[in-house]
């Protein structure tokens, strides 16, 4: 499957402690003779310096859907919802050491979405696991960064360990709850950020991105082989 994310983001600087940021996700999929795309998320975050080194995010993620889209009358897998359909709460606290720079943070969701699909819905070249009353449990992560800078240009190395705390689960076809067992551990990710400012506030990117480690079912359909990301940021 193919995963198209284009986005808009909006980043208000209040002053030197305190900043805000929106963000509206469109999402699209293409792979076995499916083809999907909307708009999927809003992200509304708020960053605010707590002391002389640290600063810490605090924020939502909004679903527009409700990770239950229907195709020609068959709820589709994980894989294609435009949205995890759950509104969390995110948190990150963020530091500088030397020429490090560190973040730690929580994705928590507070409602569920309502995917109803059975892998028997769907007959496709790949097998989807059934999400029928999907619950979703909480992430925590770590990011550390080194850039360096050049003239006009930055590169910055990302390493990225998610871990999903427990186990997800679903309702099978006789109304019981069970875990999808492997869906709880660890994703290792890494990255690459490549920048070229232009000229005065404004900035290309390019970003590549891959897993490293794997957990041994990722149900939400959130799993990518790779990533690569193209983006134009000006400040006015």
Not at 4 to 26: A, G, K, M, Q
Not at 130 to 152: E, L, V
Not at 171 to 190: H, W
Request: charged share 20%.
């Amino acid at each position: 499957i193919d995963v198209y994310n284009p986005y808009l983001e909006y980043t208000r600087i209040v002053n030197d402690n305190i900043s805000f940021n929106t963000r509206i996700n469109f999402m699209a999929h293409s792979g076995n003779n499916v083809q999907t795309g909307e708009i999927g998320d809003v992200y509304f975050t708020g960053d605010f310096k707590i002391a002389p080194k640290f600063k810490t995010v605090v924020g939502f993620k909004v679903p527009l859907q409700s990770g239950n889209k229907i195709k020609q009358g068959v709820t589709l897998p994980m894989d294609y919802q435009n949205t995890l359909g759950t509104f969390d709460f995110l948190w990150a606290l963020k530091t500088n050491i030397e020429k490090f720079h560190l973040a730690i943070g929580w994705q928590q969701p507070l409602t569920q979405n309502s995917n109803m699909f059975f892998t028997t819905d769907f007959v496709s070249s790949e097998e989807f696991l059934t999400t029928n009353g999907f619950r979703r449990n909480a992430d925590i992560w770590f990011r550390i960064s080194r850039p360096f800078h050049h003239k006009s240009w930055s590169f910055i190395p990302n390493l990225l360990p998610i871990y999903h705390l427990d186990n997800d689960s679903y309702v099978d076809e006789f109304g019981a709850r069970k875990a999808i067992l492997g869906s709880k551990g660890l994703t290792l990710n890494a990255d690459i950020q490549i920048d070229y400012k232009l000229c005065e506030n404004n900035v290309v990117g390019l970003n590549f991105a891959a897993p490293l480690i794997n957990r041994d079912v990722i149900p939400d359909g959130m799993g990518r082989k790779y990533v690569l990301t193209l983006d134009y940021r000006k400040s006015f």
